[in-house]
């Protein structure tokens, strides 16, 4: 057969040019001259023109039996599946799981039975609300779902970015969703909550209230996939070989510390790079510096479950760390890109319901509807029951069943048996020992629609959540829910906001009115029980208290001219190499700029084109004539007035004072911005830098 080649560069090939030579297996391939391969249709036919369709005479019409023609339009036509109804935007990497030690004494999952164990994974990181195409920092949860191609089939690890989700029950989802994405009368906005359907709906939901507050803190701003923490949100079951039970939760912990970015941040990425993410986790995985996650487990039993108020079975609600400090069990190492992306990360099906012997579910009921609905989506998106034939949901273990056909069907069975038991000695038989056995849980009580009383307190982890962050983070949540009320024109509904608001945190409501215009603040919502005061902060989870306190893994954008300081820019340079990080360098031009020694110094980027939003930290190494220059160049003083906005860490030379000072920078203003004298200093800056920023500047500063 002739392997389909049409992705190979060369000239165009006609049927004139064709040899036929034979390939290793006896198979005839086509070669045209120069031994580029020929352009076939998917049928193999080799195609002798594919820049005209047939036609009667010079100007048409085209004719009806250009066989080759119709299969690549129809083809073409085809080409899109349905993008996954919440999460689409998505991006994936391979890697593998290190377990560390052996966890026989909680599961019987293989995976967990062998220090050293390296087990196939599959990531997929996404956003929840925009669509495919949409942009990287909307405002938004992140989806972290990891497969695990484990020795008993795939393990799904189907988490967020946060601990806690918006609904207790899994018959609220179509509800939540529809009111984030865009109305359905206009279509807009696009992976956007500050609109009113959204808090139409928040508004009358108080059990979203803990969940808000992560989604208006900078958590659901992240500054990259490397950066951020995954969850398995539900309380899930670890179940022994003696068929006992340990709840469990699930954390990944990003080896490169948290970072988040601030909204006016977010906003410009946008703009100035879609796609940011994704490159980040490109570019760190193409360069070798792979990205790295701890898995680690909260483990627990019923005993300790009946020590809360709230039920462990509401996933709005968390385990502080610091009352059950999770524990290393293994790591995510992300360290290949997929070779095609609709192969792999577009159809890539996760499942919660997917879980290895010694995993089990807990009652949670959010969880239980997730088991249900995922396999719908499968079915909605990759159009065939066997979306498993697929070689990225194939499980890299042995297997072996009865199913058969249906479309597509790739992996056919031969022989006579196609059902069990049968006594022609052939196919698999079922394992009481080694197969899946449920967790031998109790349950009784009347069938109803009800929420247990358990669940009704909506407030006190909210408010324990806020307490829990920094003055600058506090901040930044006061900001982001004045911006999202902002963009509602329903007055009603902002003021029901506040009212809930004011129930996780006095001065929070109080500064969000106040911030709004509200002038009469409204009574706080009524609540079924009390809110709990006395929950002590969680520093866990606070960004900013647990950052990575190294540069590691982050990057300096140094905007250069003509002139500038090469040896300065390589002490730089290797003094962020040093500590994992790196650096791009932005000139006027992007060809590059001629140092001042007269070598030449190449440039990443031109200056319109890499905005300071798009670095952790910024550097400006300028020759006298190119910072007169650069200070009346727009983008020039953008770049520096940003970088000093968002509070990032500034190095610059003596020559960059005048491009300073015109975009409202002072020198001396604060501890983050730094002289570089040449070759002095370097050191300094980079220590500076592991603070990833300057907060203390953020309250001179009014965005
Ligand atoms: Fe999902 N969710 N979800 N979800 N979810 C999907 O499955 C659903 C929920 C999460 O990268 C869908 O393949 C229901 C919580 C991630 O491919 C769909 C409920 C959490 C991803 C679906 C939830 C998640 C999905 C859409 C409420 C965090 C992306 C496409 C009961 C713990 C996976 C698809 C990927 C995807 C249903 C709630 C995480 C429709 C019904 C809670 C990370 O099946």
């Given at each position: 057969m002739t392997k389909s080649s049409n992705r190979s560069s060369g000239k165009p090939a006609t049927i004139h040019d064709q040899k036929l030579q034979?390939?290793?297996?006896?198979?005839?391939?086509?070669?045209?001259?120069?031994?580029?391969?020929?352009?076939?249709?998917?049928?193999?036919?080799?195609?002798?023109?594919?820049?005209?369709?047939?036609?009667?005479?010079?100007?048409?019409?085209?004719?009806?039996?250009?066989?080759?023609?119709?299969?690549?339009?129809?083809?073409?036509?085809?080409?899109?599946?349905?993008?996954?109804?919440?999460?689409?935007?998505?991006?994936?990497?391979?890697?593998?799981?290190?377990?560390?030690?052996?966890?026989?004494?909680?599961?019987?999952?293989?995976?967990?039975?062998?220090?050293?164990?390296?087990?196939?994974?599959?990531?997929?990181?996404?956003?929840?609300?925009?669509?495919?195409?949409?942009?990287?920092?909307?405002?938004?949860?992140?989806?972290?779902?990891?497969?695990?191609?484990?020795?008993?089939?795939?393990?799904?690890?189907?988490?967020?970015?946060?601990?806690?989700?918006?609904?207790?029950?899994?018959?609220?989802?179509?509800?939540?969703?529809?009111?984030?994405?865009?109305?359905?009368?206009?279509?807009?906005?696009?992976?956007?909550?500050?609109?009113?359907?959204?808090?139409?709906?928040?508004?009358?939901?108080?059990?979203?209230?803990?969940?808000?507050?992560?989604?208006?803190?900078?958590?659901?701003?992240?500054?990259?996939?490397?950066?951020?923490?995954?969850?398995?949100?539900?309380?899930?079951?670890m179940v022994n070989a003696k068929e006992e039970s340990t709840f469990v939760k699930f954390h990944w912990k990003p080896k490169l510390g948290l970072q988040s970015v601030i909204w006016d941040e977010a906003v410009k990425i946008n703009g100035a790079d879609p796609d940011f993410h994704r490159r980040d986790l490109w570019d760190a995985i193409q360069s070798g510096n792979f990205p790295e996650w701890e898995l680690q487990l909260q483990l627990f039993d019923q005993d300790f479950a009946d020590t809360f108020d709230f039920?462990?079975?509401?996933?709005?609600?968390?385990?502080?760390?610091?009352?059950?400090?999770?524990?290393?069990?293994?790591?995510?190492?992300?360290?290949?890109?997929?070779?095609?992306?609709?192969?792999?990360?577009?159809?890539?099906?996760?499942?919660?319901?997917?879980?290895?012997?010694?995993?089990?579910?807990?009652?949670?009921?959010?969880?239980?509807?997730?088991?249900?609905?995922?396999?719908?989506?499968?079915?909605?998106?990759?159009?065939?029951?066997?979306?498993?034939?697929?070689?990225?949901?194939?499980?890299?273990?042995?297997?072996?069943?009865?199913?058969?056909?249906?479309?597509?069907?790739?992996?056919?069975?031969?022989?006579?048996?196609?059902?069990?038991?049968?006594?022609?000695?052939?196919?698999?038989?079922?394992?009481?020992?080694?197969?899946?056995?449920?967790?031998?849980?109790?349950?009784?009580?009347?069938?109803?629609?009800?929420?247990?009383?358990?669940?009704?307190?909506?407030?006190?982890?909210?408010?324990?959540?806020?307490?829990?962050?920094?003055?600058?983070?506090?901040?930044?949540?006061?900001?982001?829910?004045?911006?999202?009320?902002?963009?509602?024109?329903?007055?009603?509904?902002?003021?029901r906001m506040v009212a809930h608001l004011l129930n996780v945190d006095d001065s929070l409501g109080a500064t969000v009115a106040e911030q709004l215009g509200i002038k009469d603040l409204p009574p706080s919502a009524e609540t079924t029980i009390e809110v709990r005061d006395d929950l002590p902060p969680s520093p866990a989870l606070s960004i900013l208290q647990n950052g990575p306190k190294r540069f590691e893994g982050r990057k300096v954008g140094v905007l250069v001219s003509d002139g500038a300081d090469a040896r300065l820019l390589s002490s730089l340079a290797s003094a962020l190499a040093k500590e994992g990080a790196t650096m791009e360098v932005i000139a006027p031009r992007v060809g590059g700029v001629e140092a001042a020694a007269g070598n030449w110094i190449d440039a990443k980027h031109m200056i319109g084109g890499a905005p300071s939003v798009l670095f952790d930290a910024v550097a400006v190494v300028v020759s006298e004539e190119g910072g007169q220059q650069l200070s009346n160049v727009p983008a020039a003083r953008q770049f520096v007035a940003d970088a000093f906005t968002h509070c990032k860490f500034i190095a610059y030379v003596d020559a960059a004072v005048p491009l300073m000072e015109k975009a409202g920078v002072s020198v001396d203003l604060d501890e983050g911005v730094h002289l570089l004298g040449s070759g002095g200093n370097v050191a300094t800056f980079v220590q500076a830098l592991g603070a990833l920023r300057v907060w203390a500047r953020e309250p001179s500063i009014s965005l």
């Open positions: 034979r390939g290793e297996g006896g198979e005839l391939h086509q070669f045209a001259e120069g031994g580029t391969p020929i352009l076939t249709t998917a049928q193999g036919g080799p195609v002798s023109d594919d820049q005209n369709s047939l036609k009667f005479g010079a100007r048409g019409p085209t004719v009806l039996e250009d066989f080759h023609f119709r299969e690549k339009i129809f083809h073409f036509d085809h080409e899109r599946i349905p993008e996954r109804v919440v999460h689409a935007r998505g991006y994936g990497a391979h890697g593998y799981f290190e377990t560390y030690k052996s966890l026989a004494k909680y599961t019987r999952a293989d995976i967990f039975q062998r220090a050293g164990e390296k087990t196939p994974a599959f990531v997929r990181f996404s956003t929840v609300a925009g669509s495919k195409g949409s942009v990287d920092l909307a405002r938004d949860v992140r989806g972290f779902a990891v497969k695990l191609y484990t020795q008993e089939g795939n393990w799904d690890i189907v988490g967020n970015n946060i601990p806690v989700f918006f609904i207790q029950d899994a018959i609220k989802f179509p509800d939540i969703i529809h009111s984030v994405k865009p109305e359905p009368d206009r279509g807009f906005p696009q992976a956007q909550s500050a609109h009113d359907n959204f808090w139409d709906f928040i508004s009358l939901t108080p059990e979203s209230m803990h969940m808000i507050m992560w989604v208006m803190s900078d958590r659901a701003l992240p500054r990259s996939f490397r950066f951020m923490e995954g969850f398995g949100v539900h309380t899930f079951r039920d462990i079975l509401d996933p709005t609600k968390l385990i502080p760390e610091e009352l059950l400090p999770p524990i290393p069990v293994g790591r995510l190492v992300l360290d290949r890109m997929p070779e095609n992306f609709f192969a792999e990360t577009e159809q890539v099906a996760f499942m919660t319901q997917n879980v290895p012997p010694g995993i089990d579910f807990s009652n949670d009921p959010l969880l239980q509807g997730r088991n249900f609905s995922y396999l719908d989506t499968q079915l909605k998106r990759l159009g065939s029951t066997n979306f498993t034939h697929l070689p990225i949901n194939a499980p890299k273990c042995p297997f072996h069943h009865f199913q058969q056909d249906g479309h597509m069907a790739m992996r056919n069975p031969v022989g006579r048996a196609n059902y069990q038991p049968n006594s022609w000695g052939e196919g698999p038989r079922e394992s009481p020992q080694k197969g899946f056995r449920s967790f031998a849980d109790v349950e009784q009580g009347p069938k109803q629609r009800i929420r247990a009383e358990s669940f009704a307190d909506h407030y006190s982890q909210a408010r324990q959540f806020f307490k829990s962050q920094t003055i600058t983070e506090q901040g930044h949540i006061a900001n982001a829910l004045t911006f999202e009320l902002s963009k509602v024109e329903n007055p009603a509904i902002r003021e």
